[in-house]
């Protein structure tokens, strides 16, 4: 079974600074996909970012960007120019690339930014 | 820009009452999830859907649990009796074209069971 797991449950940043969240996965497939969701205190779960596995090439969207680290199962997201707007948890998640669209969830990093 | 959405978005129940979730999923995605999150957990996969049967379930989708879209549209998860550890945030979830595809979430649905 895949497992996810973010070391740092709570994190905090400066506004306009850059903060970088943790994420490690285990795995034995070679086909999968990784994202990045942020969960505000609304509870609505949005989409961050996707990698694909296949891709060596790090993905990124605006302020945020991963670094992706295949052999060492690493998954970190950073953000750049942190606004307060980006409090929120954020969920590490992978998905197997034939698995029914199951995902697996980190259990989460609070961020807070702070004016 | 097209979305998930998800009715009601709070419902209370008694425990051992039946409950409905619903959810509409993006017009043209063809694949379905639903996920709980109990308050303060991560995010746990329930169920996926696909062809109008289920793909793969999680242990915790037990004969208590249900899905299916009966109208072409929307996409239910019932509970047939529930359980004080049925409460919980229910997100439903909705694909494109393959199991692949980015998985969008509805904004979901806040369950307490008494």
């Known amino acids: 079974a895949q497992t996810v797991t973010q070391s740092q449950p709570e994190m905090s940043v400066q506004e306009a600074e850059t903060v970088t969240l943790s994420c490690t996965y285990d795995?034995?497939?070679?086909?999968?996909?990784l994202f990045w969701y942020k969960q505000p205190p609304s509870r609505q779960m949005i989409l961050v970012i996707r990698q694909e596995a296949y891709k060596q090439q790090n993905a990124t969207e605006n302020r945020f960007s991963v670094n992706f680290q295949k052999a060492a199962k690493s998954f970190s997201l950073k953000i750049s120019d942190s606004q307060l707007g980006d409090t929120a948890m954020y969920f590490c998640?992978?998905?197997?690339?034939?698995?029914?669209?199951?995902?697996?969830f980190g259990d989460g990093t609070t961020l807070t930014v702070k004016p | 820009e097209p979305e998930v959405t998800q009715t009601p978005s709070h419902q209370v129940t008694q425990m051992g009452q039946e409950v409905i979730l619903r959810c509409v999923p993006i017009?043209?995605?063809?694949?379905f999830y639903w996920y709980r999150q109990i308050l303060g957990q991560k995010v746990e996969f329930l169920v996926s859907?696909?062809?109008?049967?289920?793909?793969?379930k999680s242990e915790i989708f037990d004969d208590q649990f249900s899905v299916e879209r009966p109208d072409g549209s929307n996409f239910t998860l019932k509970i047939r009796s529930t359980k004080l550890e049925d409460s919980a945030m229910y997100f439903c979830?909705?694909?494109?074209?393959?199991?692949?595809?980015?998985?969008?979430f509805g904004p979901g649905t806040r369950l307490t069971v008494l």
């Open positions: 979830a909705t694909g494109g074209n393959a199991w692949a595809d980015t998985q969008y």
């Open positions: 795995t034995s497939e070679n086909n999968y996909y």
């Open positions: 017009s043209n995605h063809l694949y």
């Open positions: 998640a992978f998905m197997k690339g034939t698995n029914a669209g199951k995902s697996t």
């Open positions: 859907f696909y062809n109008n049967e289920i793909s793969e």
